[in-house]
């Protein structure tokens, strides 16, 4: 897991807030290092492993809005009435915008005690990371080195029905994704929406095809079937990484012949993944979200095995000397 600035900002428009990263295990643990969750004075999202331990990190972390950063070593025994049996250092790091526009990468390098220079052990540890392209949160004494988030993957789900919800339910948490979410009206939508998901409306949502990237993922889900093969046709012109289809084999088959009349080629059609999610979990909504979810963490996690975050020579290793300027 890495910073991601993107999704800080976002949260930072919402007011100030504190950052809390496991930033490192000992033994037994709920979460990994590098699990995080945002803690306003009024509301939280994401989780270091629920239970009592959050509990305890919520509110220390309320304390500490607007605050200085901190680290805690939290040991999981009877204290907390967990049975994990290790321990946890937590890192609060109190966020604004300002100090959001100040995360630079490939690395973020930060002092969350006094501040000052950086040790030669935070340099050499920078070094290591860029070679090895390490990931994982590195804790060396009060600094903290984690790996900033490369440009996240965009996800179009086209249409708000039972499944565009019950996608975006299981979908919008998980780290590395950008969610688009396109239908006719605002209506459409459910009262709230999370703040990693951008509302799209158009009267035809065929028009905001031009709006998505060449590499973007498609779900193509809309309460019309007409809708549906006018967005195929539109996505196949436009290019698109990957493109799934809710349906049938009988859907799919009526598609491609549909789509062969309005000229593409069988190569093209047949990137056209319908049906989409795991058949053998069931046709309920939240079946086919998962089945999807596992799919798509599957095919990202595989893209991105092995592929280190370096750094080049032209690039800079951001190191903040403290939470002052």
């Known amino acids: 897991m890495s910073l991601c600035p993107e999704t800080l900002a976002r949260a930072a428009a919402r007011g100030p807030f504190v950052r809390v990263l496991v930033a490192a295990i000992a033994g037994s643990a709920p979460r990994e290092a590098g699990a995080e969750m945002l803690v306003w004075a009024d509301g939280e999202t994401g989780t270091i492993g629920g239970g009592a331990l959050e509990y305890a990190a919520i509110a220390a972390a309320r ?6 950063p901190a680290l805690q070593r939290m040991p999981l025994g009877p204290g907390l009435g967990q049975c994990c049996g290790g321990a946890v250092t937590l890192a609060y790091e109190p966020m604004d ?6 995360i630079t990468g490939p690395f973020f390098a ?10 030669l052990a935070v340099a050499r540890a920078l070094r290591q990371a860029r070679a090895e ?7 060396i004494g009060e600094w ?3 790996a900033v988030s490369p440009v996240r993957q965009d996800l179009w789900i086209w249409g708000a029905g039972h499944v565009g919800r019950a996608l975006v339910s299981v979908l919008a948490p998980l ?3 950008r969610l688009f979410w396109a239908d006719t009206d605002r209506s459409r939508f459910p009262a709230e929406i999370a703040t990693e998901v951008t509302p799209m409306i158009a ?3 065929a028009d905001l095809v031009p709006l998505a990237g060449a590499q973007a993922r498609h779900l193509v889900l809309t309460f019309s079937h007409a809708l549906d093969l006018e967005l195929c046709h539109r996505l196949l012109r436009h290019g698109f990484g990957d493109l799934g289809l809710i349906g049938s084999a009988t859907k799919a088959a009526r598609f ?3 789509l062969r009349a309005l000229g593409h080629s069988d190569a093209q059609i047949s990137r056209i993944a319908c049906p989409i999610g795991d058949p053998t979990l069931g046709k309920h909504p939240q079946a086919i979200a998962v089945g999807v979810a596992v799919a798509l963490l599957k095919d990202l996690n595989a893209a991105g095995a092995g592929v280190p975050l370096g750094e080049s020579s032209a690039e800079k290793t951001a190191i903040t000397k403290d939470y002052a300027g």
Do not use: C, F, K, Y
């Open 63 to 68: 304390a500490r809005v607007g605050g200085a």
């Open 97 to 102: 915008a300002a100090l959001v526009a100040r």
């Open 110 to 119: 930060r002092s969350l005690g006094q501040g000052g220079e950086a040790p």
């Open 133 to 139: 392209g390490v990931t994982p949160p590195r804790l």
């Open 144 to 146: 903290l080195i984690e």
């Open 175 to 177: 780290p590395g994704l």
């Open 203 to 205: 009267e035809n949502p």
């Open 256 to 258: 491609a012949t549909r």
